[in-house]
């Protein structure tokens, strides 16, 4: 922080809270696209008489415009937006967390968005946006890049456009369907990626958890032996994690199979195994996606999971995860983390 800038804390030491509600109220309103005042109102959690005078003094400052179908962000604000960001970063104490948790987890980067997923909209597209970012940081044109399912994966898609450039990716399901909503399946969001991207799209139609004899049987089927040759080639992984019964139940495991990964102490799930508090694996299903060992080769791993409820299930995978993970979280999963973290040592 510069000389000038901690003067100006001495004189005015509000001013970081101030400017940060105001920062939070114009990145709501570039995420949404156009958006009324009673809706930003529930997004940024102020009363509507708070919203409307931070939204009058941005309107007055050439930062946002105000119509009668909704707010819009104008350029001016999109700079200022840019300009902030690194100093609002610092404000919040995030960068600190951030470097904290790469440091425990032995993680390439740790990113952290304010707020908790769980409680504001505004935190889960925060956490879309710098992942589409960070996947045009990381890829090259004509690369392979393998999703997995989930919600927070799926909220990717509608930055895509906005921040990947034209690269003709080709996005391949690093799984197959586990029984959850149509739109929230690997396969549907790997189709959804590529539309978005101008890219392409390889699916990957199976139940994510098979019996012996029906995995025996596809692993010697043609095209999964070339789904699994495109795993091998795959430069970038983007995946969720899970809490491990939430994940046993979406995958309509049997009573006996929910008991035995109970009784194993699994707190989280990625990719078909189940992870106890230490990171060890407990359990695994049998699934034709990509497996655990062939991320070691992986050039890239996106991690993208939030929410404080979540932290266990988050720290569970992230002892067991390749040193090139980039993990994008929020501040209400990473605060907690540090809190468990804490409390073992």
């Avoid at 922080?1 to 939070?24: D, F, G, S, T, W």
């Avoid at 604000?77 to 425990?104: A, F, M, P, R």
């Avoid at 919600?151 to 003709?168: D, R």
Wanted: charged letters at 20%; a negative charge; proline letters at 3%.
């Amino acid at each position: 922080m510069n000389n000038l800038l901690q003067a100006q804390l001495k004189i005015v030491p509000e001013m970081p809270l101030l400017i940060q509600k105001r920062y939070k109220v114009l990145m709501a309103i570039l995420l949404a696209g156009e958006i009324g005042r009673r809706s930003l109102s529930e997004l940024v959690h102020l009363t509507e008489r708070e919203t409307r005078k931070e939204t009058d003094l941005l309107n007055q400052q050439g930062l946002i415009t105000i119509r009668s179908a909704g707010m819009e962000i104008t350029q001016e604000g999109k700079d200022v937006l840019d300009t902030l960001k690194d100093v609002i970063h610092e404000w919040s104490g995030l960068i600190q967390l951030e470097q904290q948790l790469q440091q425990t987890y032995n993680l390439s980067r740790v990113i952290i968005v304010p707020g908790d997923s769980e409680e504001n909209n505004l935190a889960k597209s925060l956490l879309g946006q710098v992942a589409a970012k960070q996947l045009n940081c990381l890829t090259e044109p004509k690369q392979i890049v393998a999703v997995t399912g989930g919600g927070t994966i799926a909220s990717i898609a509608e930055y895509l456009t906005q921040f990947v450039k034209q690269k003709t990716l080709t996005y391949v399901a690093a799984r197959g369907g586990i029984g959850e909503e149509v739109q929230l399946q690997a396969n549907t969001i790997a189709a959804s990626f590529a539309i978005a991207t101008n890219g392409l799209s390889r699916t990957l139609y199976l139940p994510d958890h098979l019996s012996e004899e029906a995995y025996n049987m596809m692993m010697k089927e043609p095209v999964i032996k070339e789904m699994l040759e495109l795993y091998d080639q795959t430069s970038v992984v983007i995946h969720g994690i899970g809490d491990a019964i939430e994940m046993a139940r979406r995958r309509n495991s049997t009573p006996e199979e929910i008991q035995t990964i109970e009784q194993a102490g699994a707190v989280g799930e990625a990719f078909g195994y189940y992870f106890n508090k230490d990171g060890k694996a407990v359990h695994r299903i049998r699934t034709v996606g990509i497996q655990l060992k062939q991320l070691e080769s992986v050039q890239h791993l996106l991690a993208v999971a939030g929410g404080s409820s979540k932290a266990a299930a988050i720290g569970s995978y992230l002892k067991h995860a390749p040193p090139q993970t980039v993990l994008i979280t929020d501040e209400g999963a990473a605060k907690e983390l540090v809190k468990q973290n804490r409390d073992i040592n």
